[in-house]
């Protein structure tokens, strides 16, 4: 017995030893081959890893080295994206590799600006040994459609006789002086990834995922972070991202975390699976049976028709530690993977809390109108009467499997704004003087959104035409699913304004279109004062038409403001790159004459102040506010978790929570914004700035400014809903002065329905009631870190909602088609219209009481 145990033993202890071994092999690079392309000595990137030469593994033939002539702010480091190496003939790189193992193939593309050629011009086709990889490939084209300055995509080449690997690079016969080019290329190799599959309908069907040749479309942290390759286990250097963007619907579920003392066990699974930190999160569906019963969690992704698509789902029960606790059904494309009778339950296929595990699957996807998407759902099972009616993921990946030795898809449609911002860019930029800025579009299509896999990204832009029941129907263009690129604003100190657009990015500028001042005139009556729709710290809001048919709103910037060219500024390299339904759409801007000014889409209902008090608008009923509420919950929720920097807004309040015609909430005004480049210690030091009444206190003692200074600033947006009055208001006795601190006092003294619009009392479901005060005043919390996320606060606010359309005997099934907006979709639906930055008639006294306090000269 002791010699089975000891020798048990010992090969556990080898096991462990060999996967040990095998990770420092591949971290220390032996087989692994890391290319900066045109580069005579390579170089060392970021992350600290060394970039070799690629020239010793040419072909004979002629091949063109450059440096890049602009680095975009997205770029950590110049290596291996600065140098490129061109072709204008068929060349082909020959690598070293070990025959029957399984290789990561990336490739990294940086469509910049190089000395003497046009990037635009760039279209070819990459093989590698007899599978297609791309073909007709623009690289240009895919960064301006998916807003990156730089694109990695990663392929899984299946385990080959050969020693060598033969890559070739051959510009299109399609197009004329049509060339191609590499910034860097990696080659990895990798234990065996993949297994045989289960063609999802067909139960007897499966597939080789052993011998299959791949291309990564999609790899998330479920409810997690975005973990960078230098993170990723075993040395693979996989990335791994948020979720969020995909998620279907008002049914976002719950952020799970596993707490400290459970320990991850991967006991049979391979520690490559994927990282520790994939297994401590996973989104549920949520506390409620009766709400989880009612929908499914769904994940949407876009995808390139007529290939077979296998999906690795990853799971970790790290709450639950018994079979039948929590049992669920998974479905792909709206087809059962899981039947009834033998539904997903984590505990019994890994026998143990904190054990991980996954689970593949395959199906073919037809080339069929609509089938350009890719759905994943989890449901609850309740054929076994399990305890808890919910269903978690920790980790999705999908993969495009090879067709006929093909894994090539089409070129991403740039949206028709893009076209048009380009064609303008051309014409205002073709003097000498701009010459090399012509073709910068492409290249500088990017922000400070992460790192590779954009592969996967390469499908997400396709336009997308969505129905909306009494909605007109709108097109709109698919933006990248991890990076939204986000920039801070331009460092530069600028002296007058008639520079100021000469410090933006070349992105900004080229995301944006440039009007003429006579085009601004044109379209306000030479801003004719009775255009004005609002007046801001800015200056006046003017409506205004474009192209005779157009509804804009156009700021204009106060001569006096001596913060206005900054403003100017963040709100072009903000509102350029963001692209959410709950967020304002930037249209363009015009710099001439002295004159700023910004355009808008026209948000036809305005402010969400003008529709609460003092208006002779007729009220809101509550509703309504809630879903306002819940709109405008999702942009902050999306700037604060939505690329790889935290975009803090910083003047969140009700005049910059705008209406479109059909009610949908979007958050405006991003000229104090901030980004979080640096948030290990968890805030951006800063100079205080906001409006006074939604005014983080804790940001204004420390100077330390946090995601949670947005959630404090909507804390007072939330009982300003309720409540129906300013944020501020002297004119009270000195204790209930500041909404937010008499909010508080009344509710802990539980008198808060005094306090109440009267329009709402009497009208109002407790429970919903309930749960709206108790968010509001978490939000409230002296202490930042006892403040809830913007996602939490956005659960708890669609709670509430529930608890109204409950009381209403409204199904839940309905209610999402009716009244809830696909998360999926506003991401990458833009926005419509812009009404007045503010109220006209907002109180002078708020504003000279933040004068004072904040900045003699402010806002």
């Known amino acids: 017995m002791y010699n089975i145990s000891h020798i048990l033993l010992s090969v556990v202890c080898f096991s462990v030893f060999f996967n040990a071994l095998y990770a420092q092999i591949s971290r220390s690079g032996s087989g692994v081959l890391v290319l900066s392309c045109g580069s005579k000595d390579g170089g060392t990137d970021s992350d600290g890893r060394k970039w070799e030469s690629d020239a010793k593994y040419l072909d004979k033939g002629e091949s063109i080295p450059a440096k890049a002539t602009y680095q975009d702010p997205s770029l950590d480091s110049q290596v291996p994206y600065m140098d490129a190496r061109f072709f204008t003939k068929e060349m082909s790189y020959n690598f070293p590799i070990k025959s029957k193992t399984r290789y990561w193939l990336r490739f990294h593309f940086y469509p910049s600006t190089y000395p003497e050629l046009n990037i635009s011009d760039s279209y070819f086709s990459v093989v590698a040994n007899d599978v297609t990889l791309m073909n007709n490939f623009s690289a240009s084209i895919t960064a301006q459609a998916l807003t990156q300055s730089y694109l990695v995509r990663e392929y899984s080449l299946a385990p080959m006789e050969s020693d060598f690997l033969k890559v070739t690079f051959k510009p299109s016969d399609n197009y004329p002086g049509a060339f191609a080019f590499i910034n860097g290329i990696e080659l990895v190799p990798t234990p065996d990834l993949f297994d045989t599959a289960t063609m999802v309908g067909f139960a007897d069907q499966t597939v080789d995922g052993k011998t299959a040749n791949m291309q990564t479309m999609y790899r998330l942290n479920v409810a997690g972070k975005y973990i960078p390759p230098k993170s990723d286990s075993s040395g693979l250097m996989r990335t791994w991202y948020d979720d969020l963007p995909y998620l279907y619907g008002a049914g976002i579920g719950v952020n799970l975390q596993a707490s400290a003392n459970v320990k991850i066990d991967y006991k049979d699974l391979p520690d490559y699976s994927a990282p520790v930190d994939v297994y401590r999160t996973a989104r549920g569906m949520g506390p409620n049976k009766d709400i989880n019963v009612g929908y499914n969690l769904t994940w949407i992704f876009q995808i390139d028709p007529s290939f077979t698509y296998y999906v690795r789902l990853h799971f970790c029960e790290f709450q639950y530690d018994k079979v039948n606790q929590r049992v669920f059904n998974i479905y792909l494309n709206n087809q059962s993977a899981q039947t009834d009778s033998a539904a997903a339950d984590v505990i019994g296929w890994t026998g143990g809390q904190g054990v991980p595990t996954y689970k593949d699957y395959a199906t073919f996807v037809t080339d069929m109108p609509g089938d350009d998407e890719f759905w994943v759902a989890v449901t609850p099972s309740t054929v076994s009467l399990p305890q808890y009616y919910d269903a978690i993921v920790n980790g999705i990946e999908i993969f495009k499997m090879e067709e006929a030795k093909n894994l090539a898809g089409p070129n991403p449609e740039r949206s028709a704004m893009l076209v048009k911002a ?88 080229g995301l944006c279109r440039r009007f003429s001042l006579a085009e601004i005139k044109r379209a306000t009556k030479s801003f004719d004062e009775s255009y004005v729709i609002g007046v801001g710290g800015f200056g006046k809001v003017y409506k205004g038409v474009i192209e005779d048919k157009m509804k804009v709103a156009i700021k204009r910037s106060n001569p006096s403001s001596e913060q206005g060219v900054n403003e100017f500024m963040t709100e072009i390299e903000m509102l350029s790159k963001l692209r959410h339904k709950h967020l304002v759409s930037l249209i363009g801007f015009c710099e001439e004459d002295n004159e700023m000014c910004l355009v808008y889409d026209y948000m036809a209902l305005g402010t969400l102040r003008e529709h609460l008090y003092n208006t002779k608008k007729p009220h809101l009923p509550w509703k309504q506010r809630l879903e306002i509420c819940i709109g405008a919950a999702r942009g902050l929720h999306y700037l604060h978790t939505g690329a790889k920097y935290t975009i803090i807004h910083r003047d969140v309040k009700t005049t910059n929570i705008l209406l479109d015609e059909n009610w949908v909430a979007k958050v405006s005004d991003f000229g104090l914004s901030k980004t979080g ?126 608890l109204v359309e409950s009381s209403e005997d409204t199904s839940h099934c309905s209610r999402r088609q009716s009244t809830s907006t696909s998360s999926f979709e506003e991401l990458n639906q833009r926005s419509h219209s812009l009404g007045g930055e503010q109220d006209a008639n907002e109180s002078s006294e708020d504003s000279a009481i933040f004068s004072q306090i904040v900045n003699p000269t402010g806002r």
Request: positive net charge; charged residues 20%; proline residues 4%.
């Open 422 to 509: 380009e064609s303008e860019n051309k014409k205002s930029f073709s003097d000498k003087n701009s010459k090399s800025n012509i073709h910068v579009i492409g290249g500088a299509a990017g922000g400070a959104a992460a790192f590779g896999l954009v592969a996967a990204l390469c499908f997400v832009v396709y336009q997308r035409k969505r129905r909306i029941p009494g909605t007109e129907s709108h097109t709109s263009s698919w933006l990248p699913i991890y990076g939204q690129s986000h920039t801070t604003a331009s460092k530069s100190t600028i002296s007058g304004k008639s520079n100021a657009s000469s410090h933006l990015s070349a992105m900004a500028q």
């Open 677 to 802: 480049p640096n948030m290990e210690n968890g805030h951006v030091s800063t100079v205080v700035k906001g409006s006074f009444g939604y005014l983080d206190p804790e940001y204004f003692k420390r100077q330390q400014l946090t995601e949670k200074s947005d959630v404090y600033s909507f804390g007072v947006v939330l009982f300003e809903v309720l409540c129906a009055r300013p944020a501020l208001n002297p004119n009270l006795p000195k204790e209930q002065v500041s909404l937010a601190d008499w909010a508080l006092h009344c509710k802990r003294k539980g008198v808060l329905e005094d306090l109440i619009d009267p329009h709402l009392k009497g009208k109002l479901n407790q429970e919903c009631l309930k749960k709206f005060a108790d968010t509001a005043e978490k939000c409230l919390s002296e202490v930042g870190l006892e403040r809830p996320s913007m996602g939490d606060v956005l659960w708890n606010l669609e709670f509430a909602l529930q």
